[in-house]
């Protein structure tokens, strides 16, 4: 790399660090039914959960409960959480509510409801989105993630025939393919003792023809 | 495969004689453990959105561990061919790396299983230990192609493929700590265990399958010397 490579790739850093990055400061944590989203607006000293499952039901629906936690010096404002499937493409669906945020170091709710029926896909992967809004509607901060939508009643027993019959037929057909070499065998053996018997037999014919005048 | 096992190898001709024994054994265990993952095992409903097709699991767990271990007798088998050139190892690292593919497709099949419950879908593309499975599974595939287009001057290089193809075995097993995966850890450090129960459960089809690949090994080894022996009483019958 010459100097002025160097210098140029020095300058491009530099100014990605100084640039202002993105807004969103969201996380998430935990895995499966135990993932929660982490928003913020570090302004107002507020922070905000709420669990995000790796599958949803659009046959049951369900909701997301947004838990803001105040700090000491955390002021009363409305806010606005949204929830948002496909953020930013076609299909973009988005359920949100409105509630008062807390008055100093303490905790609120708002719970953005999704009724039966209003996501029917059964979708792996589907892009997710929670946001939290000044109650204007201003974005303060947003975290991705991807949700298993499905679409599907389950069995009446989970599904716990299906998976035993189709279990059973895969190791019925390994243990078919054993009992095939089984048998394989015993034919290629019983094939062996008549090659021996035949070869005796030749052996024994010559000899007896060497004895004959 | 002409040559026959000879007696050179010992646990592999205990193998030989015993595979019905360990084929019944086999079949008593898996019985055993499909009662045991359906019916008994504890439910793990933590982290799982389909907690009952999560016993799907004890029948997963126990063919993907014996299907490490065939591909780790044949990279045993294959090291010992390109040491002293013993036709016999050569043999045995064919027969278990092809034991090795049969019990990587059932376990993928388990997992396809569950993946459909769980997931939505059989297959995730996105995830690193059913891709570097995937990628297992195709490298020994590749394996008997290669001894297949080569013919008679293959075992050598198909005995280095082996050993280099080995390096994907403890590559998948460790493939959920190195990148982000999908596939649960259950038993893995950080994971939510099985408890005592699923222990035993876990542990009955660990022996059901490792015993189904000894049997089968036998077998396929026996089959092996017999051919070799009709193939040579033919010969001396055609003299």
Redesign the interface.
């Known amino acids: 790399m010459s100097a002025g490579q160097a210098v140029l790739a020095l300058g491009a850093l530099a100014l990605l660090l100084l640039l202002p990055g993105s807004a969103s400061a969201g996380f998430v944590t935990g895995s499966g039914a135990e993932r929660t989203a982490h928003l913020f607006d570090p302004v107002n000293g507020v922070n905000v959960s709420v669990a995000i499952g790796e599958t949803f039901s659009g046959i049951a629906g369900g909701s997301y409960r947004f838990v803001l936690h105040g700090s000491a010096g955390t002021a009363e404002r409305p806010y606005r959480v949204e929830v948002v499937v496909s953020p930013g493409s076609e299909t973009e669906a988005r359920f949100n509510d409105t509630g008062d945020g807390p008055a100093g170091a303490l905790n609120t709710t708002i719970e953005v409801a999704i009724r039966p029926g209003a996501l029917p896909f059964t979708l792996a992967n589907t892009p997710f989105a929670v946001e939290l809004r000044s109650g204007a509607g201003a974005l303060l901060d947003a975290v991705e993630f991807a949700v298993d939508l499905r679409y599907k009643e389950p069995p009446a027993d989970g599904g716990l025939l299906n998976l035993a019959l189709a279990s059973a037929a895969l190791w019925a057909l390994v243990f078919l393919y054993a009992l095939r070499l089984h048998f394989t065998q015993r034919k290629l053996r019983a094939r062996t003792d008549a090659l021996e018997r035949s070869i005796q037999g030749s052996a024994k014919e010559g000899s007896a023809d060497d004895h004959n005048p | 495969m002409e040559a026959a096992p000879s007696a050179a190898h010992p646990p592999l001709d205990f193998v030989r004689r015993n ?2 024994p360990f ?1 019944s054994s086999s ?1 008593a265990l ?1 019985v055993a453990t ?1 009662i045991l993952a ?1 019916l008994w095992a504890p439910t793990l409903s ?8 999560q ?2 699991f004890y ?1 997963h767990f126990g063919p993907a561990i014996t299907s490490y271990a065939a591909f780790t007798v044949a990279f045993a088998y294959s090291l010992l061919y390109l040491r002293k050139g013993d036709g016999d190892a050569d043999l045995i690292a064919a027969h278990s790396a092809a034991l090795g593919l ?1 019990f990587a497709a ?1 376990t993928i ?2 997992g396809a ?2 993946g459909a ?1 769980e ?3 059989a297959w ?1 593309f ?1 995830d690193a230990r059913l891709d570097m499975y995937l990628v297992l599974l195709l490298t020994f595939i590749g394996y008997f192609a290669l001894r297949r287009q080569l013919g008679s001057g293959a075992p050598r290089l198909a005995a280095l493929y082996a050993v280099a193809g080995y390096a994907l075995v403890p590559l998948s097993y460790f493939s959920i700590y190195l990148w982000q995966s999908l596939h ?1 850890r259950v038993i893995s450090p950080g994971g939510q265990g099985v408890g005592a129960g699923g222990a035993l459960v876990l542990s009955v089809s660990i022996a059901a399958s490792l015993f ?1 690949f000894f ?2 090994l036998g ?2 080894l ?2 092996s010397e ?2 070799a ?2 193939a040579r ?2 010969r ?2 055609d003299v």
Do not use: H, K
């Open positions: 595979a019905l084929l079949a898996t499909f359906l933590q982290g799982f959105s389909a907690p009952v097709a016993r799907v029948l049969l059932m099949a388990a299983l569950w419950a997931w939505g879908v995730r996105e649960p189904l049997g089968l077998l396929r026996a089959v017999v051919e022996r009709v009483l033919q001396e019958a």
